[in-house]
């Protein structure tokens, strides 16, 4: 009987260990996502000259109703903002794409008008390979942060890993064994 109440311990401090381990991590998996901590890693810097801006704020423009962009150094990108950034230069914190000196130049999408960039298409279609796509200004000219997506992997399997043991803990608690399925082939 008290191999028993011994065991049932350990199965409680098992539960309640891998339990906190687990709130822990998806805490700081939530925090660090409502935070903009992951966006800040996975969009990291400029793969060309231009502005970065949130394409996000501007899709509804249309060539009779265009978006203005303010251009400034803003630290953070909120609403119609647009930061001058340099190849290879941090993004600012919100940046989710850029509009390329090239785009500017052409004129078809968005032209400079004083201070402001006059968005008039935020999207077209497009074909390459036999598909169409809707080509917008989202992710284009991004360089990302390849530890960002080793961050969240180890992140994952994590929290898999303690989520596994905590339900193994309570499966422990309620004195429930699960036997492994054999599986034969042939005879």
Known sequence: MNQKGGGRRRAVFKF?????ISVGLATYAFQS??????VRWYYHTAKFDGYAVNPHAFMDATA????FLDVGGFDTIEGLHAVPVRK???????????ISLDEIRSGKRV???GDRIKVVKPW??????????????????IRTNPWSGVWNVIIIL???????LM?????????????KTTHHVGH
């Open 64 to 67: 009779e109703d265009p978006a």
């Open 16 to 20: 309640t260990f891998w339990t906190l």
């Open 167 to 179: 339900a193994e803990g309570f499966t422990d608690i309620l004195g429930i064994k699960i036997d």
């Open 158 to 164: 994590s929290l898999g890993l303690a989520l596994g």
């Open 88 to 98: 290879g230069g941090r993004l600012p914190i919100n940046a989710t794409g850029i």
């Open 111 to 113: 032209l400079m008008e």
């Open 33 to 38: 996502y409502y935070s903009g901590q992951m």
């Open 124 to 141: 077209v279609i497009q074909e390459s390979k036999g598909f169409k796509y809707k080509d917008t200004f989202t992710h284009k000219g």
